[in-house]
RNA sequence: GGCGCCGUAGGCAAGUGGCUAAGCCAGCGGAUUGCAAAUCCGCCAUCAUCGGUUCGAAUCCGAUCGGCGCCUCCA
């Protein structure tokens, strides 16, 4: 990787800055085919419902290649769906069904959790079980090329043979525990990683040059990236925990088959942690406060206990699962929430961060109703550009356009450098004050109403907000109000509220006004009084 | 023990060598309002500590303190 060099390609695209862990250093993303990005980002494997912490990477990427795609990039990307592991043989044994029909259920929850976060650029979505002839292959190459051994129908990496083990991670070899079990007998190296295990009794299997079994479990992506990305592909994603072992030993199988590099560029992104108590969410730290609370759990049977708490604790905490949270929060604001942080750093998840994303959002939701009012044109059906060369403007001696042109212009420098969507969020919201501020000043609620050169300045602002916003993949549909806000008896009583209250008001009594006002917000429903009418909303 | 990350206002969070240290939430003052709400304006940080490099550091280096991740399954 040589030095940066901010120059544009070619095509005008512009140069995007990226944080690449292999290096860890940032250099401009330059694409193996030019104008082409390919993504692998790691997915879940499907022994259990989405948790929070599964939507970290996939909102991020969607962010990147919508992001990508305005900057005129042709984005493919990738997630994979490892359906067959030793986890999901576990689970499916103790609830008495098959594996397929775990990994199918739990998949099911995942894709709903994944459009509840308004994640939709997923091109493909490979299933292991899917793509056992590459796997296969991929191992059989493996062994042909002496970076793999056979022992009694398991395949082993030998780790010895790549001299470049351990380059993601800064790891040697030897002082690496490797994984456990009955294969660690049969290993040359402790360290040395399954590619291939045989299948025990009534184990779902495959048959293969070494007998029945399933893949083991980073060969996968290794197999599934090559098929979709070629050898080589651009970017490969994933949280952080996944550095070590995961895409370490992808690199490696990758590399030492191909001969070339794996991705050009590594992305991890950053853990989830609860807000309210030490710990990643679901992570190691809820299990051992877990195991400390289920004092005297034999050490073999840690794992199950562990794992089994580790949830209980998660809904104990409010926590649910992520489909209930979608459910009560909606996924806009989980979605904000999760932006407003970059994406390497931790984020502090819990219901306060979420109920201050939601107050944040207020502010634009508030101002999309007064731009409808204003204009009498939703917000939701402007036509933003959907590239960065459209969405150029010339603001002229406009003294409105050219701050919206100043902000689009720093949202659109974060986002160059490695993705930085919190920055871009301030510059939203500075954006929207300076509306804001436009229809205060021209009176545009008022006496500036009919003025239709000022409604079509408001309206070109407007357009860029959800032009960027849309990147973010925010305000791209209405919210709904929910609260029975839609309950047509309760609008004709608000109706009716209001009547009584203004006409209090017209005979100044205030007292009345002022009562039906503050009973309604004990209620929890709030007035507000317009030069034009009475607004309310609930909540 | 090994590898790595982080410590910016009451809370959250941008900023990684140089204009007045983004933005959000909370608070305070003001405009507006019959009063509110909403909106707008203003106020609120010298960047964990110490030392070093530099004309100049939150930003680089070292040490210290504190928090966290990975090294075993994990997005």
Known sequence: MSAAQATADATGRPTIQVYNSLTRSK?????????????????????????????????????????????????????????????????????????????????????????????????????????????????????????????????????????????????????????????????????????????????????????????????????????????????????????????????????????????????????LRASAAAGKVGGRAEREAGEAGDQGAADDAGADIAAATAQKMSRSKGAGGLADQIAKFGGEKIRFCLLRTHYRSTVLFGEEALEESGTGLETFYRFFKRFERVTGGSFYELAPATTRAAGAFDAGDDALLATVADCRQRFLAAMDDDFNTGSAIGDLFELVRTLNKFVDQENLEGAGKSDAAKLATLTQGATTLRELAGILGLFRAPVDAGGGASDELVGKLMELFIELRTAARKNKDFAMADKIRDDLANLGVTLEDRPDGTDWTIG
């Not at 305005?70 to 986890?87: A, I, R």
């Not at 056992?132 to 395949?155: N, P, Q």
């Not at 043979?161 to 490797?178: A, F, H, I, M, W």
């Not at 007998?185 to 007998?211: M, V």
Request: net charge negative; aromatic share 8%; charged share 20%.
């Open 27 to 271: 250099a401009p993303l330059e694409p193996v085919t030019p104008g082409h990005v390919g993504i692998y980002l790691c997915g879940p494997t499907v022994y259990d419902k989405a948790h929070i912490g599964h939507m970290v990477g996939p909102v991020i990427f969607d962010t990147i290649k919508r992001y990508l795609t305005y900057c005129g990039y042709q984005v493919t990307w990738v997630v994979n769906v490892t359906d067959v592991d030793d986890k999901l043989i576990k689970r499916s044994a103790e609830r008495g069904i098959s594996m397929s029909q775990l990994a199918e259920e739990m998949t099911q929850d995942y894709l709903d959790n994944l459009a509840g976060m308004g994640v939709d650029g997923i091109d493909h979505m490979p299933k292991a079980t899917e793509s056992m002839d590459a796997i296969i292959a991929f191992t059989a190459g493996l062994i042909d090329k002496g970076f793999a051994y056979e022992v009694e129908g398991d395949v082993f990496f030998d780790v010895a043979k790549d001299p470049q083990y351990g380059k993601l991670t800064n790891r040697s070899v030897d002082e690496l525990q490797g994984e456990g079990g009955g294969a660690a007998a049969k290993k040359r190296s402790a360290a040395d990683f399954a590619l291939w295990k045989a299948a025990k009794q009534g184990e779902p299997a495959w048959e293969s040059p070494w007998g029945a079994g399933r893949p083991g479990w980073h060969i996968e992506c290794s197999a599934m990236s090559k098929l979709l990305l070629g050898e080589t592909f651009d970017i490969h994603g994933g949280g952080l925990d996944l550095v070590f072992p995961h895409h370490e030993n992808e690199v490696a199988q990758s590399e030492c088959l191909h001969g070339a590099p794996m991705a050009k560029v590594w992305m991890h992104n950053g853990l």
